[in-house]
């Protein structure tokens, strides 16, 4: 069970390189306390501290593939990332706020950035030069 949070995305395009936000427009909290489950329309991600102290981020999740449950974050064998593909996720939810402020040490209200775009290693060393 979690939270559905919106994507926000600029004129709405993504730049995720086929990332969640290239075709959802909504997505699941799956750590955050919350009624829904994850469906195919707004697929599993986890909010977990961000980058640099004192942020938070959102990332693709999957199930764990150990038959136990849970979730843990998406692995995409022979790639770089989850990295930030331009769009962000949020909601008017407090649920979702406070979770955001136990990972940041302070209050907080807005968005999230979310890192769901994948990159080749081939890619990633084109496009970081």
Same mark, same amino acid.
């Given at each position: ?28 909290? &799956? ?12 697929? =599993?991600? *986890?909010? %977990? @501290? /961000? ?6 981020? &959102? ?12 979730? =843990?974050? *998406?692995? %995409? @064998? /022979? ?24 990972? %940041? ?25």
């Amino acid at each position: 069970m979690g939270l559905v949070v919106d994507i926000y995305k600029h004129g709405g395009r993504s730049f995720s390189n086929g990332g969640l936000s290239s075709d959802h427009d909504e997505v699941t909290v &799956v750590n955050v306390p919350g009624p829904f489950d994850p469906a195919p329309e707004r697929p =599993a991600v *986890l909010l %977990v @501290p /961000g980058n640099t102290v004192g942020t938070a981020k &959102v990332i693709p999740a999957m199930e764990h593939e150990n038959g136990q449950g849970g979730w =843990a974050a *998406l692995s %995409v @064998p /022979g790639s770089v990332g989850p990295m930030m593909g331009g769009c962000y996720v949020g909601a008017s939810d407090g649920r979702f706020n406070e979770a955001v402020s136990s990972i %940041v040490g302070a209050r907080f209200y807005g968005a999230v950035p979310l890192h769901d775009r994948f990159e080749t290693t081939a890619e990633y060393a084109a496009f970081s030069d």
